[in-house]
């Protein structure tokens, strides 16, 4: 069975800082990747996913991330972190067509100093 | 439009009682998800609907937990024999269902309930 791993639980930094989450997933074939976002107080939200083509994605809010197969990675990263990025963030990833449960990373608790 | 939706959006039991948690999905999606969420934990998949049917019901903990879609839109989550360890967000996500070759839906989650059992 597949599986993810976030390490970086909880991040702090300050406004207009670089930011860059990791997400490595464990599966031996192909896959789809996300990352979501929970902002206070707010649902689940879809921040960017990645299918197939263009390793660097782009996503919502001035994100990216970039699948690199051989590491199994698809790390989020922004240049400029706003205090608005303040949230939660989640990997995820699907495995099967017809069926896209998905498996989540435990989570990154993201906090920004004004 | 409207989104996923959610009832109640809290819920407080005591151990052993019955409880149902009701999940609207987007007018139209056919898939629809359930997952789980405890505290500082990722959400953890439970059951998957496409249309009428559970496609998928292995992360399903045990046989106190029960799921239905009758008529393929409204989801009920049911829960017997409640036990303090279920105490947890409970998520609900719809997508509308066209899966498979390059299209790939995304999962609209709604807000969960919140179970607490005492």
């Known amino acids: 069975a597949q599986s993810v791993s976030q390490h970086n639980h909880h991040v702090i930094l300050s406004e207009a800082a670089s930011l860059e989450l990791g997400c490595n997933y464990s599966?031996?074939?192909?896959?789809?990747l996300f990352w979501y976002v929970q902002y206070p107080g707010q649902h689940l939200q879809l921040l960017l996913k990645?299918?197939?083509?263009?390793?660097l994605v782009k996503g919502i809010k001035g994100f990216e991330a970039e699948f690199i197969k051989s590491k199994f990675s698809f790390n989020l990263r922004k240049p400029s972190v706003q205090w608005s990025d303040t949230a939660e963030y989640f990997c995820?990833?699907?495995?099967?067509?017809?069926?896209?449960?998905?498996?989540f990373g435990t989570g990154t608790r993201l906090t920004i100093i004004p | 439009g409207a989104g996923v939706s959610q009832t109640p959006s809290n819920k407080v039991t005591e151990k052993g009682k019955y409880v149902e948690l009701r999940c609207d999905p987007i007018?139209?999606?056919?898939?629809l998800y359930w997952y789980r969420q405890s505290l500082g934990q990722g959400p953890e998949f439970l059951i998957y609907?496409?249309?009428?049917?559970?496609?998928?019901d292995s992360g399903l903990p045990n046989d106190r937990f029960f799921a239905v879609r009758p008529e393929g839109s409204v989801s009920t989550l049911k829960i017997q024999r409640t036990e303090r360890g279920d105490s947890a967000v409970y998520l609900c996500?719809?997508?509308?269902?066209?899966?498979?070759?390059?299209?790939?839906?995304?999962?609209?989650f709604g807000p969960g309930t919140r179970l607490t059992v005492l």
């Open positions: 609907f496409q249309g009428t049917g559970a496609a998928d």
């Open positions: 995820a990833v699907t495995t099967n067509f017809g069926n896209e449960k998905l498996t």
């Open positions: 599966y031996g074939g192909t896959v789809n």
């Open positions: 007018s139209g999606h056919t898939a």
């Open positions: 990645y299918f197939s083509g263009d390793p």
């Open positions: 996500a719809s997508s509308p269902g066209t899966s498979g070759g390059d299209l790939h839906d995304t999962q609209y």
